[in-house]
């Protein structure tokens, strides 16, 4: 009928206005923590990145960089659909690495040696620690497990390939460069002092 008609288009633009901001939410996410570590010098090419355009205030470089990655992830799909749902995987399972880690450190290697910040669990630290590793790294697992069988190359989960690549250079990136010179995040009981490089 019509009105089913009419209202199906109604759904379809909404359904396409609320993936749009939703990408334009992603891509300002993004961006930010991309601003954040290259500010912070973590990333390759930092000095160039953190440049600020003196026109938008925003930097634009890194904008651009993410607008990038993320056209060519998106037109990843179109030559490999599972190569693609595994990188969405990875989406996830980085966060959850990324949270895991600091938490790991911190009640193991980092246990009495820890600077607490203003806000802090006290005895509670180490219990939810260890509750929060556990519960990250068994729901991270799930992402590995394959989408279904028997497994094939056409089918399979490559989520262990693209987390494995990403460490490996992440590693590798640490020994030979990083390490002698990244010093970690700024911290929130730190006086941060950036000037950033002004662009025209």
């Not at 089918?155 to 460490?167: D, K, L, P, Q």
């Not at 460069?177 to 002004?198: C, H």
Request: charged share 10%.
């Amino acid at each position: 009928s019509t009105g089913g008609t009419d209202m199906g288009v109604v759904l379809m633009i909404s359904v396409g206005v609320n993936v749009f901001f939703a990408g334009v939410s992603s891509m300002t996410v993004t961006s930010r923590i991309a601003f954040a570590m290259a500010r912070d010098g973590a990333l390759p090419g930092s000095a160039v990145l953190r440049g600020i355009n003196r026109h938008t205030k925003s930097p634009v470089k890194v904008v651009v960089l993410i607008y990038v990655f993320d056209f060519v992830l998106l037109v990843l799909q179109l030559a490999n659909t599972d190569a693609f749902e595994s990188i969405l995987s990875l989406t996830t399972i980085g966060f959850q690495i990324s949270y895991a880690i600091p938490i790991w450190l911190r009640i193991t290697q980092s246990r009495n040696t820890f600077q607490r910040g203003a806000f802090h669990l006290s005895v509670w630290s180490i219990p939810i620690g260890w509750i929060s590793s556990l519960w990250l790294t068994c729901t991270s697992a799930i992402f590995f497990f394959p989408f279904e069988f028997p497994i094939e190359a056409t089918n399979m989960n490559y989520t262990s390939v693209v987390v494995g690549t990403v460490a490996f250079v992440a590693s590798v990136f640490w020994l030979v460069s990083a390490r002698y010179w990244f010093k970690g995040p700024k911290r929130g009981t730190e006086q941060i002092v950036f000037v950033p490089t002004i662009e025209e």
